[in-house]
């Protein structure tokens, strides 16, 4: 599976990868990788509601948080 995710994001052109240079702790580590963006930006950018409009400041949200823009 992991290699197959490292294909698609070089395919699609997220992340430039030489395929041929891509080993299987290569294609294992970067799942995990991308998992800990994806984790770290879920964390720090929704935990809180004040900070979500820190990272996400264009995604609107009906309910009011006292001190957000």
Known sequence: ????????????????LPLSNV???GSWILPFGVF???NFV???GFGD????YIFF???KDAREVS???
Do not use: P
């Open 1 to 16: 599976m992991g290699f197959w995710v490292a294909y698609l994001l070089n395919a699609l052109g997220i992340v430039r």
């Open 23 to 25: 080993n299987f702790f």
């Open 36 to 38: 800990a963006v994806l």
């Open 42 to 44: 879920y964390t720090f």
């Open 49 to 52: 509601r004040k900070q979500k």
């Open 57 to 59: 400041s264009w995604v």
């Open 67 to 69: 001190g957000a823009n």
